[in-house]
């Protein structure tokens, strides 16, 4: 996954859905963890807007989404993962595959 610190754009419909799924199967969310994440090329996102809307027939809008305020960082791996499966093991934040390491 992407960095800690970067930013990423995501797509988001009038009523707060977010974007997820793939060109085979578009869907709706209604948090942000199963969202498509955009890099902020202006060109290419603006096609992928005007495809999406034709598809979708939604009024949709990019907004941009700071990583580290949404995931949970590991402090083995640096891996960002969603908070849901960060393991905290009373020093540090672990990711799933640190932590299975240090349970093995
Ligand atoms: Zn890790």
Excluded: H
């Amino acid at each position: 996954m992407s960095s800690p610190g970067s930013t990423k754009l995501v797509i988001r419909s009038a009523d707060g859905m977010y974007l997820g799924g793939d060109a085979n199967g578009w869907r709706l969310l209604n948090n942000v963890y199963g969202a498509v994440l955009f890099d902020q090329d202006p060109v290419q996102l603006s096609r992928t807007l005007t495809l999406l809307r034709g598809a979708t027939g939604l009024t949709l809008e990019a907004v941009p989404l700071r990583l580290e305020a949404v995931f949970e960082t590991c402090d083995r791996c640096r891996a960002m993962v969603i908070p849901l499966v960060a393991f905290f093991d009373g020093r540090e934040f672990l990711c799933p595959d640190c932590r299975n390491q240090s349970i093995a």
